[in-house]
């Protein structure tokens, strides 16, 4: 057999008119091949779903037939078609090729010629949508999460339009389909927005096309109210509460004023809205109370159509509240049944209120006085404190003021003791622990006690006056070495203990410091030692030490391991520490002096020169 290649022309052998086809050894004859057609001759047109994809094939003769293969080793066709009498095309028609682009197979099948090879040809991907341009998107952010909306220019009609929230196109916000073209754009209603701001993703489907590819687009968040100025905030803090509030002024109609108690809170203490043809907003709250000082409330405006404002912290002033009554002022008489109690409170103003409670939480009254014109006192009577010493709590509430905190007063019993005088109680705050508390004006047996506040339960001290005395010494360890006070009370026989009477005393004797003109500081260059520094004034008893510096605890050492201290001898009014390891390089010390009986002196500070 010879095959000879073209288009429609076909090279037979004759012979004697008769067309010879080979003989093979089996004696079976075969119909040469088709011409398969060429690339060129191909024509795919791969349509959107769920439209029918077609492949057309051209420069045919009637009844050639066409099919289409999805690969080159498939044994069924996709499709086939018969090119009709009077045509040069066949039409095959496939399913679906695939939204995306690809390859597919073709033969050509001539009358009495066997099936061609199969012809590769490619075909683009179904037809996308051209994606809208970022510039075409405008995005309108209303505030209070509804009527967002997202207008996109240049559209046709029937285009659809579909806004997300991210890149995959996982969450949709809204979509629309263009009903008529339109200068002003088409707008999609979406779902609420991030009123900070953000970014969506806009696509474009065209009639007959794929879903075009997301374009990006950033949005500003919702629009935000101006805050007040400072300067029109005006807190009220009235006395008592019941009228506080909040004025702001320089609104417009429809305004809202939120008032927070912090900058953070998520719940305001009160709102208000301004009124019709009114530019103030005057707004009652209940102001937060708190001990002393300047505290701050923080307000908001919301426009209409806007977001809520910043908050702007206002400082106000508190309301002032009343001192408290020292305990040294409150007098507690407490006389045998039948006869009213009195407390007596001094050094008040005119106006003042005194009341007293039973307990430091009860809000009841068990009595109260006024302090009236030309006086500085208030007395109170009480039918009766009862038998037995207690306490009272005593406030006072002054003009334009507050109540007091209670100041906590102990009463002495009944038939109590009669109190000592504070021109009989003397006291000595000795150095360290051998502190002594002395009253006179007492009778043999009198049991004197000593406290260290007017509400401590235990004494730090007592004793009691020997026959034949009028007088005893209560030896005990005052609380601190500076001044404070005592509180001591007397005890007679078959009487209750007697009320406690106040002693301040003094702080504990400090030894002068000594003069740095006193102080001599022999350097020296002798590598074996002689350092030495000598205090000049002092008296037998007085004792020296030296430290390197202002705060340390322990003096400096010596060469030898030891403080660097000394005390002058019986005769003498010096003192000398040898063996420093001063700096060769000069330096400086600090000097005490600790007389006898008195606690250690200040820091005298003394320069030294270099070796």
């Not at 507690?332 to 050094?347: K, L, M, Q, S």
């Not at 078959?494 to 002068?512: C, D, F, G, M």
Request: charged fraction near 20%; proline fraction near 5%.
């Amino acid at each position: 057999m010879i095959r000879m290649q073209g288009k429609r022309t076909l090279v037979r052998l004759l012979l004697s008119g008769t067309l010879l086809l080979p003989i093979l050894p089996t004696g079976l004859a075969y119909a040469a091949s088709s011409v398969p057609p060429a690339p060129s001759a191909i024509r795919v047109d791969n349509k959107l779903a769920p439209s029918v994809d077609t492949v057309v094939v051209s420069g045919l003769s009637p009844g050639d037939v066409v099919k289409v293969y999805a690969d080159g080793g498939a044994a069924a066709p996709l499709g086939t078609a018969t090119v009709s009498s009077g045509s040069t095309s066949a039409t095959v028609s496939v399913n679906q090729l695939g939204a995306l682009g690809g390859h597919i197979y073709v033969t050509l099948t001539q009358p009495s010629y066997s099936e061609s090879r199969r012809i590769v040809k490619s075909f683009p991907a179904e037809p996308i949508s051209t994606a809208p341009a970022a510039t075409s998107i405008r995005v309108s952010n209303q505030a209070g999460g509804s009527g967002d909306q997202v207008t996109v220019l240049g559209l046709h009609t029937g285009d659809q339009v579909k806004v997300y929230s991210d890149s995959t196109k996982r969450t949709m916000l809204g979509s629309g389909t263009v009903s008529r073209a339109t200068t002003d754009g088409t707008v999609i209603s979406v779902s609420p927005l991030d009123s900070a701001g953000g970014v969506i993703f806009v696509t474009v489907t065209e009639q007959g096309k794929r879903e075009s590819r997301p374009t990006e687009k950033a949005y500003e968040g919702e629009a935000v109210s101006a805050k007040p100025l400072i300067s029109q905030i005006n807190v009220v803090n009235e006395l008592g509460g019941s009228s506080d509030r909040v004025i702001v002024s320089g609104l417009k109609p429809g305004d809202t004023v939120k008032v927070y108690e912090s900058d953070r809170s998520a719940t305001p203490l009160a709102q208000k809205t301004v009124a019709p043809g009114s530019t103030v907003a005057d707004v009652p709250v209940a102001i937060p109370s708190t001990d002393a000082g300047k505290q701050s409330l923080y307000v908001s405006v919301t426009s209409p159509l806007l977001r809520e404002s910043g908050r702007v912290a206002k400082q106000y002033r508190l309301e002032p509240v009343t001192s408290a009554v020292a305990p040294g002022t409150i007098v507690v008489t407490n006389e045998e049944a039948g006869t009213e109690d009195r407390i007596e409170v001094i050094g008040l103003q005119y106006g003042d209120v005194v009341k007293v409670y039973g307990s430091p939480t009860d809000s009841l009254v068990i009595g109260s006085a006024s302090v009236g014109a030309d006086s500085s006192r208030a007395v109170i009577r009480i039918s009766q404190l009862g038998r037995e010493a207690g306490y009272v709590y005593v406030t006072v509430t002054s003009q334009g003021k507050t109540e007091s905190g209670r100041t906590m007063k102990v009463y002495a019993a009944e038939q109590a003791s009669a109190a000592p005088s504070r021109e009989d109680i003397r006291v000595n705050n000795g150095v360290g622990a051998n502190d002594t508390v002395t009253v006179t004006g007492l009778q043999p047996g009198d049991l004197v006690k000593v406290y260290a506040d007017e509400t401590a339960s235990g004494a730090i001290g007592s004793a009691v006056a020997a026959n034949g005395s009028t007088s005893a010494v209560v030896s005990t360890a005052l609380p601190s070495s500076g001044y404070g006070i005592v509180y001591v009370t007397v005890t007679r026989a078959l009487e209750e203990e007697s009320a406690r009477t106040p002693k301040i005393y003094n702080a504990e004797p400090v030894t002068l410091p000594v003069s740095a003109n006193l102080i001599r500081v022999v350097n020296s260059t002798d590598t074996s030692g002689s350092d030495e520094v000598s205090v000049l004034g002092l008296q037998a008893g007085d004792t020296v030490k030296i430290y390197w510096d202002a705060t340390s605890l322990t003096p400096m050492q010596t060469l030898l391991g030891t403080d660097a201290v000394a005390t002058v001898s019986e005769g003498s009014s010096v003192a000398t520490i040898s063996r420093l390891p001063l700096k060769s390089a000069g330096g400086t010390l600090y000097v005490t002096v600790t007389s006898i009986e008195r606690r250690e002196s200040g820091r005298t500070l003394k320069v030294y020169e270099a070796e």
